[in-house]
């Protein structure tokens, strides 16, 4: 059965002689208000404990909230009790300001005031519904009512600032908000916005803040900006307000919103950690605040620890952040593609290489490491992976730089070896996979004994020619070899043959040291023409550079002999 896609009616467009937002850049950060504690606590299945709200009021502070929303208090005693909890026991800093919300009602006003006796700084953030849809169905009254409503809570709401005031010197401040504002005619939520301005003296000096919430996401974040434009082009007394927005996700756009908004001429938002709230959300700030970060825009947020804020956050709202939020996701920073993975790699070569001064990595429009985030998760090897990610996770874990020709041989390693695991392979079990394919390798031959002679004679002679003698255990079986060659692999690819070992042809060798000081040790990765004229790779480790050397071409040898048997792959064991 197709959907009834005809009962619903489109958002009526903006219209703007001309936009202005469009060639806009947002190079500063607006002034951020959380409503953590109040939108975003009202939202919860279980709404926090006082123990809790006071840890998240305080990892709110600590992340450089100015301005926090902590709760109705006309609504009911527990949202009272947090915030005389946070006057009484002087828990409030003197440079954050405290925001109470409330309904644009003479009692509930009057509760809130009672609420806030004793804080330095106040904002007093009253609201009335304005859409056409709640003047419709929920209030039935025209447009004069409606103002007349937030006329009056404007009112009293000035008058009892002044009372107080001239009693406690406290500071207060206004915000009004014509809820459902997204869906209300442009011209009648300026009008009432005006209205309330005057009615609590709005200056220049003293602006009231202006709160523009999509209480409902109910366009695409291009029609919200040109809502927020259209109203700040046609408020009178532009310069008597703060525009502040508040964006919800009901279309999955919040971010963008936000963002679009602060184009069109917005100075203030408001939203929650991981854009916790009613239905599918609020604005979610730390993907607003990093955005900006990954612009090189100072947020003024620091979410420098990004999994210490989300412990807090999961632990605090019983809700469980997606793997894939952006930056604090666990799977945020990971990579399964193949080419992905090899891209990364190259991207932290080239940072590692050129000392480069701006951050340039491939598909991390971030450092992790700006946010604590750690290098070795992001690449996460399965079956589907590409020769770059197994390499780029040595290189991290053990130091081991593989040569670009030798990172295919290993990718396919892995790959054989999540098939036959059935799963993703980690950071250990890929170490402990390269141990067991090169480092540990076994086979047919092993190197006993080893012993170089150099000779430098007449310059009419050869010069510098070497002589290896030795003994290499063929199947467990001890033999004395000898070869002669010019310089120690040439010599030892010669005394190889005394033992049927022929065929194998030296192509070229990588190596660097694993280890500082001077105990340091290297490690060499040789790569071998096999008989069949195919390519191995081995790797020797070893204090000396020589025979770090002569442990890769055994290592490179005893792998093709064990190819060439069908040796089974090796499955590395199940993670605990």
């Excluded at 304005?130 to 709401?157: N, P, W």
């Excluded at 450092?367 to 020769?387: H, L, V």
């Excluded at 197994?390 to 670009?404: D, I, N, S, T, W």
């Amino acid at each position: 059965m197709h959907q009834p896609v005809k009962k619903y009616i489109p958002f009526h467009q903006i219209h703007l002689e001309h936009r202005d937002w469009p060639d806009h850049v947002i190079d500063k950060a607006p002034v951020w208000c959380s409503v953590d504690l109040r939108d975003g606590n009202q939202a919860l299945v279980t709404p926090m404990q006082k123990h809790e709200k006071l840890r998240m009021f305080k990892t709110l502070i600590d992340i450089g909230f100015k301005e926090i929303e902590v709760g109705f208090p006309s609504a009911s005693e527990t949202e009272y009790d947090i915030i005389r909890t946070l006057i009484e026991k002087h828990l409030v800093p003197d440079d954050v300001t405290l925001q109470v919300l409330v309904q644009a009602r003479p009692e509930l006003i009057k509760k809130t005031f009672e609420a806030v006796k004793g804080a330095k700084n106040v904002i007093i953030h009253f609201y009335n519904s304005t859409s056409t849809l709640q003047r419709k169905i929920v209030f039935r009254k025209d447009m004069d009512g409606i103002v007349d409503i937030a006329v009056e809570g404007a009112k009293l709401i000035r008058r009892l600032t002044e009372e107080e005031v001239a009693r406690s010197g406290m500071n207060i401040r206004y915000e009004y908000s014509p809820e459902s504002y997204t869906g209300t005619e442009q011209d009648f939520a300026v009008r009432i916005c005006h209205e309330v301005m005057k009615a609590l003296g709005a200056t220049k000096e003293r602006p009231v803040i202006i709160n523009l919430p999509a209480t409902v996401e109910m366009c695409t974040p291009n029609t919200y900006a040109d809502q927020i434009e259209y109203f700040i082009k046609h408020l009178p007394d532009r310069e008597a307000a703060i525009i502040s927005l508040h964006p919800h996700n009901d279309r999955g756009t919040g971010v963008a919103c936000a963002e679009l908004g602060l184009l069109a001429g917005a100075e203030r938002i408001e939203g929650c950690l991981f854009g916790n709230g009613e239905r599918t959300g609020n604005l979610d700030i730390v993907t607003v605040a990093l955005n900006m970060y990954t612009q090189g825009v100072d947020p003024k947020l620091d979410f420098h620890d990004i999994l210490s804020v989300a412990k807090v956050y999961e632990e605090c709202t019983k809700m469980t952040i997606p793997p894939r939020q952006p930056y604090a996701g666990k799977l945020a920073f990971t990579a399964f593609s193949g080419s992905h993975q090899d891209a990364i790699k190259k991207g932290f070569d080239f940072m590692r290489d050129t000392g480069c001064e701006y951050w340039e990595v491939p598909y991390l429009p971030i450092n992790p490491a700006d946010i604590n985030r750690q290098y070795e998760p992001i690449i996460r090897i399965n079956s589907q992976s590409g020769k770059g990610g197994a390499a780029f996770v040595l290189e991290q874990a053990k130091g081991y730089r593989m040569p670009k020709a030798m990172q295919p041989e290993f990718g396919d390693v892995v790959k054989a070896a999540a098939d036959a695991y059935g799963d993703e392979l980690d950071e250990q079990q890929i170490v402990d996979l390269f141990q067991h394919e090169f480092i540990d390798c076994t086979g047919k031959y092993k190197l006993l004994e080893r012993r170089f002679d150099y000779s430098d004679e007449d310059a009419q002679k050869e010069a510098n020619r070497t002589t290896f003698t030795g003994e290499i255990a063929v199947d467990g079986v001890a033999c004395e070899v000898e070869g002669e060659g010019n310089g120690p692999i040439d010599a030892f690819f010669q005394a190889l043959k005394q033992v049927g070992i022929t065929g194998y042809k030296f192509i070229d060798y990588d190596e660097h040291a694993i280890t500082g000081g001077s105990n340091s040790r290297a490690i060499c990765y040789i790569h071998l023409q096999k008989p069949d004229g195919g390519s191995i790779y081995g790797v020797g480790i070893h204090n000396g550079i020589v025979v770090a050397s002569l442990l890769g071409i055994i290592c490179a040898i005893n792998r093709a002999e064990n190819q060439k048997a069908g040796r089974q792959v090796f499955v590395p064991e199940r993670k605990k």
